[in-house]
């Protein structure tokens, strides 16, 4: 049986800090959806969200708008991401500038997928960022800013093998990065053990784990593959025969991810991105079990019992 001492000392959630990740919405429920789950967010007081950047560009104008609004509606601190995808340096550098001009000060600096989509060769733009690496160079050039990057316990799907990869990475730490957030995973000891390689080659930044509450199994386990990240026997032994029960997987999904976030805390994790999907519930109650709360003046309005307040 795990000894889950650590993780259950009181004023836990004081010392873990946490950001959560939003897609921009493509309609006007799906707007409606995610604003109502940054609401719901907000006042747990995230050390930042982010915002995704579809593949080549797709959603750019969604998202500058999405990460507009948070800056004027939200006391949050966005971070845009954004892509080398099918766009000339030029191109790209002027969305960058577009982000700073609205306030932007951090950023999630990607490769990205190939336009056909994942698996397909990729082939960088001629006048373009050729990677990850690359494109951090350019923002650092461009202004002293907070760069997120991508890291990969299981390997990138196309990187040969894990010194090919973590080079990768070492690229992007020398050029400016500052954090790394990794793909989704559901096996700990392979994240545990590609931080002790990450550390063996002298990098030295947090690599903090994605988490990736799972809404929707059977989409979970169609995408994995693709993203380079394993499912395991267990876990879809537990979603097994859940497909029409939205409530028990729903339940099953908090246990999953309660049990995977407090086994990285006894581990010494203490910094989690979570992959929301743009919903609230599941991240909700994963923070609120390793003590995060919400904070009173952060974001919605919040009860205070006049004894308290006193
Ligand atoms: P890089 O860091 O440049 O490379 C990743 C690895 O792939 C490297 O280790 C390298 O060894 C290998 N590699 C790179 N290029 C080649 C090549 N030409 N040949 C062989 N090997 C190569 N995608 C989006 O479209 N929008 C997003 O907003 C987005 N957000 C993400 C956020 C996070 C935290 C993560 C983990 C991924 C995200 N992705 C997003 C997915 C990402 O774009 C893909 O995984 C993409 O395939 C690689 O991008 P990268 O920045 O990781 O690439």
């Known amino acids: 049986m795990k000894n889950f001492g650590f993780s259950r000392r009181s004023g836990i959630g004081g010392k873990i800090s946490v950001s959560f990740e939003f897609f921009p919405p493509k309609s006007e429920e799906m707007e409606a959806r995610l604003w109502d789950t940054v609401t719901r967010l907000e006042p747990l007081q995230p050390e930042f969200v982010s915002v995704t950047y579809g593949a080549g560009g797709s959603t750019r104008e969604r998202t500058a708008r999405t990460v507009r609004r948070i800056l004027t509606e939200t006391s949050l601190l966005p971070a845009a991401h954004l892509t080398c995808v099918d766009a000339t340096c030029g191109e790209v550098d002027k969305v960058i500038s577009e982000f700073t001009d ?165 581990r010494g994790v203490d910094d989690f991105h979570f992959y929301t999907m743009n919903r609230a519930d599941l991240s909700v109650a994963i923070c609120h079990m390793i003590g995060i709360r919400a904070q009173v003046g952060a974001g919605a309005a919040i009860a205070v019992p006049s004894s308290a307040a006193a």
Request: charged share 20%; proline share 7%.
């Open 102 to 266: 609205m306030g932007v000060t951090r950023f999630v600096a990607l490769r990205g997928d190939p336009v056909e989509g994942v698996g397909a060769c990729y082939q960088p733009h001629p006048g373009g960022y050729a990677n990850g690496a690359e494109l951090v160079g350019a923002l650092k050039k461009a202004g002293n800013f907070d760069i997120s990057v991508s890291a990969y316990p299981e390997k990138h799907p196309e990187s040969p093998d894990f010194a090919t990869d973590i080079d990768m990475l070492k690229r992007k730490v020398d050029n400016g990065a500052t954090r790394a957030i990794t793909q989704f995973f559901f096996d700990n000891d392979l994240y545990e053990r590609y931080v002790e390689r990450v550390r063996r080659a002298g990098i030295y930044i947090p690599i903090v784990p994605g988490v990736l509450p799972v809404h929707n199994f059977a989409q979970v386990a169609n995408f994995s593959a693709r993203a380079g990240a394993h499912v395991p026997a267990w876990l879809a032994e537990r979603f097994d025969g859940l497909q029409n029960d939205p409530q028990t997987h729903a339940l099953v999904a908090a246990a999953v991810a309660a049990e995977q976030v407090l086994d990285l805390i006894e």
